[in-house]
């Protein structure tokens, strides 16, 4: 018995040594990392003989800080923002306008980069939604229903109606390529809507599209509007998708539009995407076939892409600079965006006036000037720049903590 206790006690003690040896591994570990790093931080020649000694006698920390420094120099270099000058750019959109010229199907995606001019903020450049909440800073911004089509946004419409564009793959969710009057049979909006909700309980699936942001009650995995289905009665959802969700929807994401129009490609122009979250969509990039049988890649991004080193051309410019270039090499006009032919006032089912106010964001203003009309919730909320949630913000935190205990 009294063995038995003595075995006990010793495993016991042993156990603790071992664990009390390891914290103390580890933390001379840490102690010869700080060593070497300031070692390593100053110059050379600067260094003293034990400085040097310390170096040669813990090579494999020095090997690893300096895996490190390289890989985080990458890192940011991939974060910066590079811009071609004025004649590097001419002379790359020429390059541009011969192959758009001679696509037989061009097909474009486009990401948040296209938006920045209609003061939407992109996810990953250096005040973007992604980068801001990494850093954990909260994202304040003018309310969204204010942007209006880029010029990027008016060519692309005016290319598709050139027949030059065949079908624009988008995962941008400010719904601008529809108001720029693109047709829908030729936009897939892979990441949604934000003026769209939809009654996936009617069959086949009933939208209805608003004039306001209407995921501000929604987030990941929380679709509910609020609002009801006027035919069914059923609770209305979103149609974001959020990063981490599959999205299923039939419109506005149009999938199959976008995987047509992959296949059939010879030529893909991406568009202010930084292509992270493109990239992982193995139908757009025809990666099955052959390298020389993959559509032609042409980015436009100031910052690095992960399809950098497969593209036939990279520029780095804004969208509308190039956009402009390009159409003047193509000697194509930009029309100008007009909220009188925007299609979205068509489109839109008002709102039954029990659901007055199931909406605090701005309503965007009908062409004949009716905002003066608007009931008071709405233009309080005119005066609100933090931007809570709804299809970023919110919905993107809840997937990155825990959700709290309510
Ligand atoms: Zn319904």
Redesign the pocket.
């Known amino acids: 018995m009294a063995e038995e206790a003595d075995t006990g006690v010793s495993v016991r003690t042993e156990r603790k040594a071992l664990e009390k040896a390891k914290i103390l591994q580890r933390e001379s570990e840490r102690r010869t990392f700080r060593l070497v790093g300031r070692v390593l931080k100053k110059p050379e020649a600067e260094r003293s003989e034990e400085e040097a000694a310390v170096l040669l006698l813990h090579r494999e920390t020095v090997e690893e800080l300096c895996r490190r420094q390289v890989r985080s120099t990458v890192l940011k270099r991939k974060q910066e923002e590079v811009f071609d000058d004025a004649d590097q750019l001419r002379s790359k959109v020429r390059q541009l306008a011969d192959a758009v010229k001679h696509a037989k199907h061009l097909v474009v995606y486009t990401g948040a980069g296209i938006s920045t001019a209609a003061s939407i903020p992109d996810y990953r450049g250096p005040n973007g939604v992604w980068t801001q909440l990494q850093k954990g800073r909260t994202v304040s911004s003018s309310d969204l229903s204010k942007a209006e089509p880029t010029v990027t946004h008016m060519c692309i419409k005016m290319l598709h109606k050139e027949t030059l564009v065949k079908h624009v793959v988008s995962q941008n969710c400010d719904g601008l390529h529809l108001r720029s009057g693109l047709s829908r049979q030729v936009l897939s909006e892979l990441h949604g809507n934000m003026f769209i909700e939809v009654?996936?309980?009617?069959s086949p699936v009933?939208e209805y599209v608003r004039l306001f942001d209407v995921t501000e009650r929604t987030s990941l995995h929380r679709h509910g509007t609020g609002r009801r289905?006027?035919?069914?009665?059923?609770e209305?959802r979103d149609t974001i998708v959020h990063f981490g969700e599959r999205g299923t929807l039939e419109q506005p994401l149009n999938w199959k539009g976008a995987a047509e129009a992959a296949n059939m490609a010879d030529v893909i122009l991406c568009l202010g995407s930084s292509l992270k979250v493109l990239k992982k969509y193995a139908c757009l990039w025809s990666m099955n076939r052959p390298a020389n049988r993959r559509p032609k890649l042409y980015i436009v991004n100031l910052q690095w892409t992960p399809k950098d080193d497969l593209a036939v051309l990279k520029i780095n410019g804004k969208c509308d600079d190039v956009m402009r270039l390009l159409m003047e090499e193509l000697s194509i006009q930009i029309p100008v965006y007009d909220r009188l032919e925007d299609p979205i006032f068509s489109l839109a089912t008002p709102l039954l006036p029990e659901e007055d106010d199931s909406c605090t964001r701005e309503v965007i203003a009908p062409p004949n000037g009716q905002e003066e009309s608007l009931p008071d919730c709405r233009k309080q909320a005119e005066e609100a720049t933090a931007v809570q949630g709804g299809w970023f913000g919110r919905g993107y935190r809840k997937g990155r903590k825990k959700k709290k205990a309510s």
Do not use: A, E, Q, V
């Open positions: 009654c996936t309980s009617c009933r289905c006027s035919h069914c009665g059923s209305l």
